[in-house]
């Protein structure tokens, strides 16, 4: 798969099951995107696609 993250394009191997938050962070080395609660309530670990959060 290709992800494009701040202008640079990756490509990574990930599981499809994996959360885009785990992608950033473990397979591309993003540390700006955060765990916070676990459950996506807290908007800690929200990201941007399109200038959208998602």
């Known amino acids: 798969m290709r992800l494009t993250v701040d202008g640079q394009s990756f490509d990574i191997d990930a599981d499809p099951g994996m959360p885009l938050l785990w992608a ?20 800690a670990c929200t990201v941007h696609v399109d200038g959208l959060p998602v």
């Open 24 to 43: 950033l962070r473990d397979l591309i080395g993003k540390t700006g995107p955060k765990f916070g609660c676990g459950i996506a309530a807290c908007g």
